[in-house]
């Protein structure tokens, strides 16, 4: 699955054009500011923005749990990346924090590594299914999430939602109908023209969406967030 130039059949069609976007906005407010910088990839999995980054001219380091490949960074047991304190300029996650047991101890570790002065991008869920990559811990609003990051320390610059409650409810239909013909193979074939029908109605109906809608219920929250030049700057610091 390409998460950067996702297809209209594909069920995550909207999620990951909207962390793909998530992910522009960002790049276009913060990239020459960035460029020629370090980033780490905090739960990389396949690391499926490292060519935009590379791009970007920023060099992303993974960094990952369990059995992590050659030059992967291999994240502890206790949650520790083996970087040196203030050693990066971005701390990247993109849809990992749900899965994480211990997400004060998540947060403390992006903040320690990042630099003074450094970024922090965030994307998780609002409304999911269960899905465990091996758990599934918990799900955010645009509120929680900004409250939770700036509580480890950081100064949230922003915290917004992607794909409102209309959208949110289709997907979760084009979901249950995917599931449900998937033991019967004769009819695997049509989870394609499920998932492209179920695609094109959410791209109606986000566009009849208000930012309200989007904050009543949203499938996706970013946040972008820099940690303080100096400790007690950000709200929620001691």
């Known amino acids: 699955m390409d998460r950067l130039r996702p297809r209209l059949f594909n ?3 909207w999620p990951l054009r909207a962390i793909g976007a998530s992910l ?5 407010i913060y990239g020459n ?3 020629g910088t370090t980033a780490v990839d905090f739960g990389a999995s396949k690391a499926p923005y490292e060519p935009r980054l590379a791009e970007a001219g920023i060099k992303l380091l993974l960094a990952d749990i369990g059995d992590v490949p050659t030059g992967t960074l291999k994240i502890s047991d206790d949650g520790r990346v083996p970087l040196d304190d203030n050693s990066v300029d ?3 996650s993109t849809q990992v924090l749900e899965h994480v047991p211990n997400v004060t101890g998540y947060l403390a570790e992006a903040l320690r590594i990042v630099k003074p002065g450094g970024l922090f991008f965030l ?3 609002g409304t999911w299914h269960l899905h465990r990559y091996p758990h599934d811990m918990r799900r955010w609003t645009t509120d929680g ?3 939770d990051v700036e509580q480890a320390g950081f100064q949230v610059e922003s915290s917004k939602p992607y794909i409102g409650r209309l959208a949110t409810c289709t997907y979760q239909r084009m979901a249950a109908y995917s599931e449900a013909i998937r033991p019967i193979r004769l009819l ?4 394609a023209a499920i998932n492209a029908v179920g695609n094109l109605r959410m791209g109606v109906e986000e566009f009849f969406t208000t930012q309200a809608g989007r904050e009543a219920l949203q499938q996706i929250v970013v946040v972008t967030a820099i940690k303080p030049e100096r400790r007690g700057d950000a709200r ?3």
């Not at 522009?24 to 276009?28: H, K, N, R, T």
């Not at 695997?188 to 989870?191: A, I």
């Open 11 to 13: 069920i995550d069609y």
């Open 24 to 28: 522009e906005e960002f790049l276009s």
């Open 33 to 35: 500011r960035l460029r």
């Open 90 to 92: 971005l701390v990247l």
């Open 123 to 125: 994307s998780t869920h």
């Open 145 to 147: 999430l900004k409250y």
């Open 188 to 191: 695997n074939p049509l989870r």
């Open 236 to 238: 929620g610091a001691e």
